[in-house]
Every structure is written in structure tokens, then in C-alpha cells.
């Protein structure tokens, strides 16, 4: 197998935006980062949360951990664009601090979110136990699957991602799954090592969390990405962080779709490390439209 390990820099570069003003003039809460490109000439939703989550906590205290982060996408982004993110103030308590974003093009909002942090603190401790599935080493990569494929769009749609997947079930880049499971788990990690602290660490798994929440959906109703004439597209996403864990190490994401109707469907998801610890929560309805059978 061709070895797929990229540079991992154009994705560090595109999460950890910057200010746009100086300290102290009234551009000081707006940050602004370059876009990856994407196979469907918009940008991808899970850049722009991750974007987000990196811009609220460049407003935080660095003693407080983001835990949560809700957010509606409004409008399909331009990768063309540049995307500025208008941090608000709303909260510093004693333990917790929450932040409104604003993320624009042209002065129009794409996405809004609210992300709340918290300094670390003892509690209640408990989390549901990871499924029984194989080691990443004993499933296949993603990569190997679209070097494989003679679909122009499969092949399309795992490039320039930055990220490695390796799906437990047969994938949905081609053709759809033959058992209609409303449920599935992949295992991936970053295609390099990702430097930075644990705010960029989370915003990589809140990038990579977008990746494939919605293909429990579309396995439950006998559908691949490459569906001729099929739309897809977030409606809003929210994640919760319950432990520390790195993106650039193996992350297994266990999904499954509770309910599709009035052409919108529903996912849940919860990444596991390694060691089988529950280190995040997801949540993301969107749109699914599909040609009349």
C-alpha cells in the first residue's frame, strides 16, 4: 500500500488563526485563518468548528479547558473567502467561561456558535464502555480503499483531508451498504503529528468530527456519497469534551442514527482513545435530500 502520510502543517496552519487587529483596538476579539480546499467547492463545516473552537479560546484564560461547543451552520462557506470569527464576551465565572462566535464572509454570517470552558475540576466519574471492534492495524485504510476504486468522486472525496480513517464496516464513498446498519465505527487519527497545545488538540477532533457523522444516515437508508443527484449538508453540530486526547493518535468514532425524517437526519457519535476512554460526545443533524425513487 502507497504510503499516505502528508504534511499535516496546511491543516495546523488553517486551525490556529490569528488576530486580525492588535491588543487593545476594537479588532481584538476578530481572528481570521486561511481555508482548505474541498471536493465539494465549499468549505468544509468541520474546518470552520474547528476554527471556532481555536478563536473562543484565544479569549480564555489558559487555566480553563473547552468542554462544549453548539453551533448552526447558516449559509455554505467559500473557500475562495477568507473567514473572519467575532469572538463575544459573554461569560467569566469562577470555573466556567462562555463565548459567543461569529464566523463571516463578506460581512455575512456562515456559522454561530457558543463555546463554553472550565477550569479542571474533581467529580462524578463514569462513561459508557467502548464496542468490541478490531485494532486500527487490523482494518483497512480508507486510503487503500479509493486507490482502489475506479469512482472518479470516491477517489475525490479522501484527498486533502488531512486525515486517516479506517472504517470497521465497508465504506460509502462508492456504493452503499448492503446490511442498511443504522450504526457504524472508524478509527482515525491525523495523517502527522500535530504540535500545539490541548485547545489545538481539541479543535482537530471537533475538524474531524464532521468527517463522517452523517453516514450512519445515509447507511440506514441504502445510500453512498456518490449518489447521483443526492444533497448533503450540516445543519448544526454540537460536541462535548470529557478528557484529554490527542488527534494525531488513534481515536475510534462509534456513530449511529437514531432518526431520518422531513429530509433532515440525526446522528450521534462518541470517540474513544486508544485505551478505550470516552474522550468526547457529538451530536449533528443535517440535511439529506435524495432524487425521487
Known sequence: MPDHQQDVSPLLDV??????????DAAADVFTGPNLPHWRQRLFGGQVLGQVAVAAGRTVAGDRELHSLHAYFLRPGDPAVPVAFA???????RSFSAR???????????????????????????????PDVPDPEDVVSDYAVLDASDHPLARQMGRGRHVELRHVEPTLYAAPDPEHRARQSVWFRLDAPLPGDDLLQRSALAYASDLSILEPVLRRNGMAWATPGMSVASLDHA???????????????????????????????????RQRRLVATVAQEGMVRVPAR
Request: charged share 20%; hydrophobic share 35%.
Open 15 to 24: 486551525l490556529d488563526v490569528r488576530p486580525a487587529g492588535s491588543p487593545g
Open 87 to 93: 469572538v463575544e464576551r459573554l461569560r467569566d465565572g
Open 100 to 130: 459567543r462566535v461569529q464566523a463571516t464572509q463578506n460581512g455575512v454570517p456562515i456559522l454561530s456558535g457558543i463555546a463554553s470552558f472550565q477550569t479542571p475540576a474533581e467529580g462524578l466519574d463514569h462513561a459508557e464502555p467502548a
Open 239 to 273: 460536541m462535548w469534551w470529557h478528557r484529554p486526547a490527542r488527534a494525531d493518535e488513534w481515536i475510534l468514532y462509534v456513530a449511529e442514527s437514531p432518526n431520518a425524517s422531513g429530509a433532515r437526519g440525526l446522528s450521534t457519535g462518541r470517540m474513544y482513545d
